[in-house]
C-alpha cells in the first residue's frame, strides 16, 4: 500500500509489532520482528525486487492505485509490471507528464521530504499574453491557502494565437500549486505538463506508456551524485 494507506492502518490499530499496537515512527528488524496486519503476518514477497518505473500520465487519470468514483487510475497503464507499485507524488486529474512510481518506500520517502526536494519542471499553456510584471509576481514569495511558498522559476517560452506557453520550476509540490498560482494572476491555464524532475526528463516518452529507471537514474533520485560532490567540497 502506499506510505499515506499505511500510516492511516498504523492510526487506526490494524498493525502490530512482535505483539503491540505498532505507532508512527516505530522501526523494525526484518527477518526478527514479527509484522502483523489485520492479524495476517506481513513478509516479504518471494523474488522481491524493487521497481522504479517512469510514467508519462495522461490527462483523465487520477494518480492513484484504486478509484471508488470508477475514474481511470495510472494503474490501469501499467500493463507489464509484475509488482505491485505506488505513486511518489501526485499529478492532478487535469494534468499529464512525468510521474514516477515505485515499490521503494525508502526512496519514496526521500523525494517526497522538503529537506531532499528535488525541482520539478512544467510545461504550462495560458489563455492570452502574460507581462513581465506577472512573471515577476509569480517568480516571487507567493501566498496560497495560507502559507508563504518557496520562490520558483517562471519564464515565456512563446506566444502564439492568443495563448503563451510558459516554463516553471517549482521546489516544493503544494497541491494544485501552479494553477492556484496563475489563478491568483488571473491566468487561464490550459494545460499543465510535467516534463522533468531534476535531471530526469520525460523527452520522447510516448503518452501513457512508461519505462524502467536506469541504474544510474536511480542512483541520482538517491543523491549518490550529490553526496559525492558534498564530500569533494569538504
Avoid at 500520465?57 to 471508488?68: C, F, N
Avoid at 494503474?75 to 512525468?98: H, I, N, W
Wanted: hydrophobic residues 35%; aromatic residues 6%.
Amino acid at each position: 500500500m502506499s506510505r499515506r494507506a499505511a500510516e492511516n492502518e498504523i492510526l487506526n490499530g490494524n498493525i502490530t509489532v512482535n505483539g503491540k499496537q505498532a505507532e508512527l515512527g516505530d522501526k523494525i528488524l526484518p527477518g526478527a520482528d514479527t509484522v502483523r496486519y489485520n492479524g495476517r503476518i506481513i513478509k516479504k514477497e518471494s523474488g522481491y525486487h524493487k521497481v522504479y518505473i517512469m510514467l508519462n500520465k495522461p490527462k483523465g487519470y487520477v494518480t492513484t492505485l484504486s478509484d471508488d468514483k470508477g475514474r481511470k487510475c495510472v494503474a490501469d497503464l501499467l500493463e507489464g509490471v509484475k509488482t505491485r507499485v505506488f505513486p511518489v507524488g501526485r499529478l492532478d486529474m487535469a494534468s499529464e507528464g512525468l510521474l514516477l512510481l515505485t515499490n521503494d518506500g525508502e526512496l519514496s520517502n526521500r523525494l517526497t521530504h522538503p529537506r531532499h526536494e528535488i525541482p520539478k519542471v512544467y510545461k504550462v499553456k495560458v489563455k492570452g499574453s502574460v507581462s513581465p510584471a506577472v512573471i515577476k509576481t509569480l517568480s516571487s514569495p507567493m501566498e496560497i491557502d495560507g502559507y508563504t511558498l518557496a520562490p520558483s522559476e517562471w519564464s515565456v517560452i512563446s506566444e502564439e494565437n492568443g495563448k503563451t506557453t510558459l516554463s516553471v520550476t517549482l521546489h516544493e509540490g503544494r497541491n494544485r500549486q501552479i494553477r492556484k498560482m496563475a489563478e491568483k494572476v488571473g491566468l487561464l491555464v490550459l494545460t499543465l505538463k510535467r516534463v522533468a524532475i531534476g535531471e530526469l526528463e520525460i523527452g520522447n516518452l510516448p503518452r501513457g506508456k512508461w519505462v524502467y529507471l536506469t541504474d544510474e537514474q536511480v542512483k541520482y533520485l538517491y543523491g549518490e551524485k550529490e553526496d559525492a560532490e558534498d564530500k569533494a567540497d569538504r
